[in-house]
């Protein structure tokens, strides 16, 4: 190589490194290979974003310079951010704020809704507390929302693009809960109201009431009705159907009594109409070995204590349906279950969501509850029988409408005043999620759960690992190789022409 090219191949690489760089900061682009595609922009934020008829101003604050998994979070926010504002063609703007900098800032960021968390933090030998900001401000116009924390590998778009949505929605679709049959209120189901919150407007809806029109509602609720249905609000209910209306249910085919240890059958009349639609309620429980549990009292001498024994009639639900609505799911418990059958006929579309383990069987209705029974194999002959069955078609109508049917009224059910219990959260999200998939058209649902997925070396075999372990540490000697010998063979073809040029 000649003297007096080199300085201008130096030069000529410093220029395409500094037009890289311009690209870089005019252009954000991240290259995704996560199974799930957590770092690709989904349609339903694209549509949200691009829906934009007025500005939207986001202040992040995050703690700077605390932890790695702190400020990878930071870093992933704000390339989040920094999609979403090129795609919105100006419409939003965002800046991020480091509370820790300065005590005017953390007290700002108080003010607006995000309080800090206290992580424990390892300087020189000893471990120190430090207060932690990972949330977001968001407004438009006078409206304002927040995200008080942005929690590692969460569902970070899904977060965001609902703030987002939030704002911009002023009239927040409805979501009808049936009264007037002996169900719960409103005031009975303060988890999953608190979540339809953020993205819809709940409210109470009495069928016999023609007044009402249930058009107005995305999804119609039937939760845990203790009465008979009068003919015309099935009538209402069909009605609604054939326009594409969507219905959810969550109703109690066999119900229990703990003073007299009896199990007996509903006597309402909504599996009838149910039947009528293809979805058939067997007048049984469901058992299962894998069961949520129950204290009983016990006596030792003079002694009397509780313990927890599996109750094998409250099914515990560990393995879900790939489904928006079941997807992230690790727990769901239910209570005096019972089967369900399709029988409807091939134009109607049966997905089964929620289905006991692979040791499960049924008891017909009535039946003696009986806790001090031995429970053998023998009494779990049968496995994955759904308990959670989403049905979807044409109900007498040109237009497709659905009904998901759950078994347990009461699974996600808080109750009123001293009868009041907090619900597992699984079982409430099976509830909001099912409600968001029948009610949302964006695609948002789909979201909710897209998070990375851990994946540790620990879990795997031992063969695999090390295989995994060894590839990881010789590929990238193998391609320098693979790359130093090719280079070589080209160098000596190089050479070779040339005295081969030079010989003639």
Known sequence: M???????QILMMVAALVLLNLLAERFSMRLDLTEEGIYTLSKASKDIIRSLDEPVTVTAYFTKG???EVDKVRQDFLDLLTEYADLSDG???????????????EDEAMQNGIQPLMLNVREKDQVKQQRVFLGAQLKMGDREEVIPVIQPGAAMEYTLSSAIKKLSVVNKPKIGFVQGQGGPSLNALVQANQQLGVLYQTEAVDLTDESISLADYKTLAIVAPADSFPSLAFNRLDAYLQQ?????????QAEADFQTMMGSLHQ?????WLASKGLTVDKNFVVDANAGTIGVQQQSGF???????PFHYWPSITKFEDHPATKGLNQVILQFASSIRFTGDTSMLFTPLVKTSEQSGTLAAPAFIN????????DFPLEGQTVGALLEGQFGGSNTARIFLITDGEFAVNGEGREMQQRQPDNVSLMVNMIDYLSDDTGLIELRTKEITSRPLEALEDGERNFLKWLNFLLPISLVIVFGIARLQWRRNIRKKRMEVGHV
């Open 244 to 252: 594409g209306g969507s219905i959810y249910v969550a109703y109690d």
């Open 2 to 8: 000649k003297k007096g090219k080199l300085p201008i």
């Open 303 to 309: 002694m009397t204590f509780s313990r927890q024994i």
């Open 66 to 68: 605390s932890q790695p």
């Open 268 to 272: 309402g009349n909504l599996p009838a």
């Open 91 to 105: 419409m939003i703007n965002f800046a991020f704020v480091n509370p820790n900098k300065e005590q005017e800032l």
């Open 371 to 378: 806790l001090g029974k031995e429970w053998t194999k023998n």
